[in-house]
């Protein structure tokens, strides 16, 4: 089964741009960037040149003996039988972060051969890319690549509910079918997340014991990157932390706290740890903002932030939460719920905006979920796991700031109620549409 992504078309729009550069795909380990550049290739190219840094020593060691595109072209095509010509060949750098000559050839490509379009990513890319060694400043172009996301999973689970939702011309409440249909679709992407190929076995029916061997699997080879790629003395601090997540997430605050990776611990033992999880793309850190004001950057209170994972599905596993959960009002899943529900709607807002949100909070009398920039505005969000609305934090940051508009995301119907605006927690995918409504 093949998962339409999104992410082509803006493949697309790179290819289309005469100022265009090499392009680097960012984004955590599986997925999916090499089967999309694959993909992009065959769709939009005549042929493909694909080269794995990681699979050949050999190969790497040819970059180390020319800076010459022309030069460094002749070899790739020994390497290929692919044609490799300007303007219909696809050149992809896979697993480039093997290879930093390759890396700095990028560079090269851009100032004196345009003509060749080139795709570079890989697995713990941003990592390497934080240690700026060889690094091509400003002769590449950056795109972040995320997991599935759920409209990406609902085109092909339900197509004709996902087609409603794309024609969506009013705020208004949606007809009950598609809150039923939908509720129940995005309950099953709670259970496979966006890793593709947990999100494959979940749409062709393989099972949920299936499902959670391929979500496994993906954790063990997290962890390994831990051994294999991080610097040995912040091995044990990664592995703390992301064995912690969970339970920070279980606090009612959701505020990480540096004793619940290990008592004792202090912030500066274990920065470099967190950064190294951040830049794999591994996990989200968001910051608590001191107060709501542009750019939400400059507010950023760095001594509080909360943790997120980068996908869901991931989380579930993490947590071993049964899966049954997600189907029951169990009493004992209040609070985790919760922390689900803010992941899974944190995920859709950062692969659709450009500014990552923050957290707002008021000592003890009051916190928003999110701060979402849009344009020039700030959007107070506050998510509900489901259909109950109790609590006052929303109400008093709309009191003491005035937004002009606020976000709830909960399970129930798409609804203005004044400033605030009532989205079901499966639009979230569809925030940006809903506001341009």
């Given at each position: 089964?093949?998962?339409?992504?999104?992410i082509?078309?803006?493949?697309?729009?790179?290819?289309?741009?005469?100022?265009?550069?090499?392009?680097?795909?960012?984004?955590?380990?599986?997925?999916?960037?090499?089967?999309?550049?694959?993909?992009?290739?065959?769709?939009?190219?005549?042929?493909?040149?694909?080269?794995?840094?990681?699979?050949?020593?050999?190969?790497?060691?040819?970059?180390?003996?020319?800076?010459?595109?022309?030069?460094?072209?002749?070899?790739?095509?020994?390497?290929t039988?692919?044609?490799?010509?300007?303007?219909?060949?696809?050149?992809?750098?896979?697993?480039?972060?093997?290879?930093?000559?390759?890396?700095?050839?990028?560079?090269?490509f851009?100032?004196?051969?345009?003509?060749?379009?080139?795709?570079?990513?890989?697995?713990?890319?941003?990592?390497?890319?934080?240690?700026?060694?060889?690094?091509?400043?400003?002769?590449?172009?950056?795109?972040?690549?995320?997991?599935?996301?759920?409209?990406?999973?609902?085109?092909?689970?339900?197509?004709?509910?996902?087609?409603?939702?794309?024609s969506?011309?009013?705020?208004?409440p949606?007809?009950?079918?598609?809150?039923?249909?939908?509720?129940?679709?995005?309950?099953?992407?709670?259970?496979?997340?966006?890793?593709?190929?947990?999100?494959?076995?979940?749409?062709?029916?393989?099972?949920?014991q299936?499902?959670?061997?391929?979500?496994?699997?993906?954790?063990?080879?997290?962890?390994?990157?831990?051994?294999?790629?991080?610097p040995?003395?912040?091995?044990?601090?990664?592995?703390?932390?992301?064995?912690?997540?969970?339970?920070?997430?279980?606090?009612?605050?959701?505020?990480?706290?540096?004793?619940?990776?290990?008592?004792?611990?202090?912030?500066?033992?274990?920065?470099?740890?967190?950064?190294?999880?951040?830049?794999?793309?591994?996990?989200?850190?968001i910051?608590?903002?001191?107060?709501?004001?542009?750019?939400?950057?400059?507010?950023?209170?760095?001594?509080?932030?909360?943790?997120?994972?980068?996908?869901?599905?991931?989380?579930?596993?993490?947590?071993q939460?049964?899966?049954?959960?997600?189907?029951?009002?169990?009493?004992?899943?209040?609070?985790?719920?919760?922390a689900?529900?803010?992941?899974?709607?944190?995920?859709?807002?950062?692969?659709?905006?450009?500014?990552?949100?923050?957290?707002?909070?008021?000592?003890?009398?009051?916190?928003?979920?999110?701060?979402?920039?849009?344009h020039m505005?700030?959007?107070?969000?506050?998510?509900?796991?489901?259909?109950?609305?109790?609590?006052?934090?929303?109400?008093?940051?709309?009191s003491?700031?005035?937004?002009?508009?606020?976000?709830?995301?909960?399970?129930?119907?798409?609804?203005r109620?004044g400033?605030?605006?009532?989205?079901?927690?499966f639009?979230?995918?569809?925030?940006?549409?809903?506001?341009?409504?």
């Amino acid at each position: 089964m093949e998962i339409e992504r999104d992410i082509i078309s803006a493949l697309a729009a790179w290819k289309q741009r005469s100022e265009r550069k090499p392009l680097i795909i960012q984004g955590a380990r599986q997925i999916g960037k090499t089967w999309i550049m694959r993909k992009f290739g065959e769709e939009y190219f005549d042929f493909v040149a694909y080269f794995n840094f990681d699979a050949s020593e050999e190969l790497c060691r040819e970059f180390e003996h020319t800076k010459n595109p022309g030069r460094l072209v002749d070899i790739l095509r020994l390497y290929t039988e692919s044609p490799i010509e300007p303007g219909r060949t696809l050149i992809i750098f896979d697993e480039i972060q093997q290879c930093n000559k390759a890396l700095n050839s990028l560079k090269y490509f851009c100032e004196d051969a345009p003509e060749y379009y080139i795709l570079a990513a890989g697995s713990l890319l941003g990592v390497s890319l934080s240690q700026g060694d060889s690094f091509p400043v400003g002769k590449v172009e950056f795109l972040n690549m995320y997991p599935v996301t759920f409209r990406e999973f609902l085109r092909v689970d339900a197509p004709q509910m996902y087609e409603y939702l794309e024609s969506l011309t009013e705020i208004a409440p949606l007809p009950e079918i598609v809150m039923g249909r939908v509720g129940e679709a995005y309950r099953r992407y709670q259970v496979c997340g966006g890793m593709p190929a947990a999100v494959t076995a979940m749409l062709e029916k393989r099972g949920v014991q299936e499902v959670e061997e391929i979500q496994k699997s993906i954790l063990t080879a997290y962890a390994l990157d831990f051994a294999k790629h991080a610097p040995g003395k912040d091995i044990p601090r990664i592995t703390a932390i992301w064995n912690s997540i969970p339970s920070q997430l279980a606090k009612e605050n959701r505020k990480f706290i540096y004793k619940l990776v290990k008592t004792g611990a202090r912030a500066r033992e274990y920065e470099d740890a967190l950064l190294w999880l951040e830049h794999a793309g591994m996990v989200y850190r968001i910051f608590c903002a001191s107060k709501p004001g542009l750019p939400l950057s400059a507010y950023d209170d760095l001594s509080a932030f909360k943790i997120y994972l980068c996908d869901g599905g991931l989380l579930r596993v993490m947590a071993q939460l049964p899966v049954d959960v997600f189907w029951s009002e169990n009493t004992l899943y209040a609070e985790f719920k919760g922390a689900m529900a803010e992941n899974g709607v944190l995920q859709s807002l950062v692969a659709h905006f450009d500014v990552q949100p923050r957290y707002w909070t008021s000592e003890a009398t009051a916190e928003v979920d999110f701060l979402l920039q849009n344009h020039m505005a700030l959007l107070p969000v506050e998510v509900k796991s489901g259909t109950r609305l109790g609590g006052k934090s929303l109400s008093v940051y709309i009191s003491r700031f005035a937004p002009e508009l606020a976000l709830r995301y909960s399970m129930n119907n798409l609804k203005r109620d004044g400033v605030i605006l009532n989205i079901p927690i499966f639009l979230a995918d569809w925030t940006k549409k809903i506001l341009e409504l």
